[in-house]
């Protein structure tokens, strides 16, 4: 006879794992006990030697599909005899274990939602060990029910019974609840709650074209049919967001296939656990309202993941799911919040009285050469850990200041946020604040040092620097850059092209075309696109045909320029502007490469103003014919030791190609071709000089599938190894990952750089 104390660290709460080393412990004739800790799972077994070794075997290969174990730390005990192995109730102590994600409704579950006999027929609030709701109903760990905010609910006396059971597939499944005994919907109509079945009333209002705010599990929506042309474009009004598409939630892959084309890869993506918005090509004729998605030919789609979608779609193909808020608020997710919220936005709201504890916002992805990418990671994935090596600190990264997220990371564990929005809107920035506190009172962590971005107006930097800690200020593209690298693991230096709209370079100039060679702990700026002028500043960024002209000037001369059909209507503006610019007002200098593309979507006809943000972007690489061979040239000329990439030959082609009546679609193609043709000749350059074969992609401007395409056949077809982001997205929702990664690193080296020095003392 053994006796062994196992130590299970991981996201072991919340995923069935008690009831499974139960199980295997009976199977395996172990005596002993088994309980969560702050840390994750404590068991003692004891048993014959081989049973042992079984029960340590199938812990390795079996252990429940929601768990992800990080260690299992086993040690021998002196034998204690006994013939029955318990569940003990959970213990406190350090709080380290690992809190899993909110997860998507299961087939079980989904199966005894829609059975007539089933005690839990059409109850919206299902759920079981291996689905539901996690992350945002968690106020504090362990992972136990009074840590919830299903605390209020007492299980009736049918629910304890499986709650207590360790056999039942609702062993410990803290949010567990029935229609007796569990959470309830009501429909309000004016403020007033609508008598009858809230699900009916809620059919009812859709079809009559209403707009119905629907609390889901991470916050409020705003729902219309999807097919309702009249209901859409008056949801547009009332949001005030008048272009960017809508997301929305299909009743099953047939209907979205109706709306789409879905890859297999996709259909994975749709139908995984986390059940995110997947962005997928828009099919020519479909039955969805003009509105959804206007001028776009992608659409973001995502499948019910609650029990409550699934009730809700059920008389209906696709209905408009986009966060409940005006424009670029966040979304409301507090019952108090709610009714003034969307007074003038919804006609009614379908509520539902169990607390949401924190926003968290739908995840967006999208298959990029047969791989998933993020371009929100929120609900799903949120908090699961991202790797990190080398770190024995706690380093707090908050981020950048559009699409911010903020980490945490401790030990080998980054924890990222999920997405916390544009901090300028104070509500956000409120938000941010609240969720840092909420993360380090759930993961027990006390940051010693601050990561944060190099510009000094950045909300998150102002607040790292108010924290008192030691702060490391991590330029932006260099955390794009360290990003890519951490999540691959890769500790040789690589070169980066790092591409995007915006980002401090801290030499008072506005960097987004940069190429970086270096490590996770710092790179060298090696080379840029050539600079030209933000005319007019933060305008330039909704307003395209301003960098145009600025570009249009350097590359054909002002008074060419200004002769451009492009610009005349415009005139006084633009040459006021450009005199502005001479004299050094509000035109900071950029090497943007967000910038270079809103110049030739303007040039090429797209766009001249845009209405949210990367539009004429996003227009000008879906209008690119990909049937285009040529392609236009950069001339790199070497300057103070640095690569610029000088565009003025691409923008004289481009301007002439418009001016012959050239389609903005070749035009399109003629630009990305270029730029893929830059990458190749630059990473030669770089191999020529190094003998580095790796480069890293990222910054906003990759979130284009066909640069992404483009760039990496061309760099592999050169023998590069091509590293792109897969698990945090490449825009600044990145960030804050990247600045963890990075400040680790440097920590790491001057640590070890002292240890060094202390040694030659
Ligand atoms: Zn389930
Ligand atoms: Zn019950
Ligand atoms: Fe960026």
């Excluded at 408009?320 to 919040?337: A, C, H, K, L, W």
């Excluded at 607390?355 to 799903?380: M, Q």
């Excluded at 906003?700 to 599938?705: D, K, L, M, P, Y």
């Amino acid at each position: 006879m053994v006796r062994f104390g196992v130590t299970i660290s991981g996201v072991v709460q919340g995923v069935g794992f008690r009831p499974f080393l139960y199980r295997e412990a009976v199977q395996n004739r172990l005596s002993g006990f088994v309980r969560n800790t702050g840390s994750g799972v404590y068991a003692e077994i004891e048993g014959d030697a081989l049973s042992c070794e079984v029960f340590f075997f199938e812990l390795e290969t079996n252990a429940p599909p929601l768990s992800r174990i990080t260690q299992i730390r086993r040690e021998e005990l002196p034998v204690q005899g006994g013939d029955s192995f318990s569940i003990l109730a959970s213990e406190g102590g350090g709080k380290t274990a690992l809190i899993s994600p909110d997860i998507g409704i299961c087939e079980d579950c989904k199966r005894e939602l829609l059975d007539p006999k089933d005690r839990r027929y059409l109850y919206p609030f299902i759920n079981c060990t291996n689905c539901g709701p996690r992350f945002t109903i968690i106020e504090d760990i362990p992972y136990d029910r009074q840590n919830t905010s299903m605390a209020g609910f007492k299980q009736c006396e049918t629910c304890q019974r499986e709650y207590d059971d360790p056999a039942n597939r609702r062993f410990h499944a803290q949010p567990n609840a029935c229609p007796a005994c569990g959470p309830e919907l009501r429909f309000l109509l004016n403020g007033t709650e609508q008598p009858g079945d809230p699900i009916e009333r809620f059919t009812e209002a859709i079809r009559a074209g209403m707009i119905v705010a629907v609390k889901g599990l991470g916050g409020y929506h705003l729902a219309c049919d999807a097919e309702n042309e009249t209901a859409v474009s008056l949801l547009r009004v009332r949001k005030e967001r008048y272009e960017k598409p809508f997301a929305v939630m299909a009743r099953d892959l047939a209907a979205i296939s109706s709306l789409c084309e879905v890859s297999p890869e996709e259909e994975a993506l749709l139908t995984s656990r986390q059940k995110p918005i997947v962005l997928l090509k828009k099919r020519k004729v479909t039955a969805l309202a003009p509105s959804v998605a206007p001028g776009n030919d992608r659409l973001g789609v995502m499948l019910p993941y609650t029990p409550l979608h699934c009730l809700l779609l059920e008389p209906f193909a696709a209905l408009v799911m986009t966060s409940g808020n005006i424009s670029d608020r966040p979304m409301i997710y507090r019952d108090e919040d709610a009714g003034d919220g969307f007074a003038g936005l919804s006609d009614a709201i379908l509520t539902h009285n169990r607390p949401i504890v924190r926003r968290v916002d739908d995840s967006v992805c999208v298959v990029s050469l047969g791989e998933p990418r993020f371009l929100r990671r929120a609900r799903g994935w949120a908090p699961e850990p991202l790797p990190i090596f080398g770190n024995d600190r706690v380093i707090l990264a908050v981020g950048a200041q559009q699409k911010n997220t903020f980490a945490l990371a401790k030990g080998n564990h980054v924890f990222v946020s999920g997405h916390i929005g544009d901090l300028d809107d104070p509500e956000t920035e409120s938000g941010f604040v609240s969720e840092i506190g909420s993360f380090e009172r759930l993961l027990d962590a006390e940051p010693d040092c601050v990561a944060c971005d190099l510009h000094p107006d950045y909300l998150s930097t102002k607040f790292a620097q108010s924290l008192g800690i030691p702060a490391i200020s991590i330029q932006h593209h260099h955390a794009h850059f360290a990003s890519v690298l951490a999540e691959h693991a890769v500790r040789e230096p690589s070169a980066g092209f790092i591409w995007d709209g915006t980002g401090d370079g801290g030499d008072g100039t506005v960097w987004g075309g940069e190429t970086l060679c270096g490590t996770i702990a710092g790179s060298k700026r090696t080379g840029h696109i050539l600079p030209f002028r933000l005319l007019g500043g933060e305008a330039a960024v909704r307003e395209p045909w301003r960098a145009a002209l600025a570009v249009c000037d350097l590359a054909l001369g002002r008074a060419r320029a200004l002769q451009l059909p492009l610009f005349i209507p415009r005139a006084r503006e633009a040459a006021l502007l450009l005199s502005a610019a001479d004299a050094g007002l509000n035109a900071v200098p950029t090497t943007s490469m967000g910038r270079l593309f809103d110049a030739v979507a303007a040039i090429a006809g797209i766009r001249q103003t845009t209405a949210y943000e990367g539009q004429a972007a996003i227009e000008l690489e879906q209008a690119a014919d990909r049937s285009e061979p040529g392609n236009y040239s950069f001339s790199p000329v070497w300057e103070g030791g640095m690569r610029v990439y000088d565009w003025r030959p691409v923008v004289r082609a481009a301007v002439s190609d418009a001016e012959n009546g050239i389609p903005a679609g070749r035009i399109s193609m003629r630009f990305h071709r270029a730029l893929a043709a830059l990458m190749a000749a630059a990473a030669e350059e770089i191999r020529h000089e190094t003998g580095c074969n790796r480069v890293a992609l990222s910054g906003g401007c990759f979130q284009n599938e066909l640069l992404v395409e483009l760039g990496v056949s061309a760099l592999q077809r050169r023998g590069f190894t091509v590293l792109i982001n897969h698990l945090v997205p490449c825009n600044d929702g990145g960030i804050s990952y990247g600045q963890a990664a990075a400040a680790a690193a440097l920590l790491g080296e001057r640590s070890t750089q002292c240890a060094l020095q202390s040694r030659e003392e």
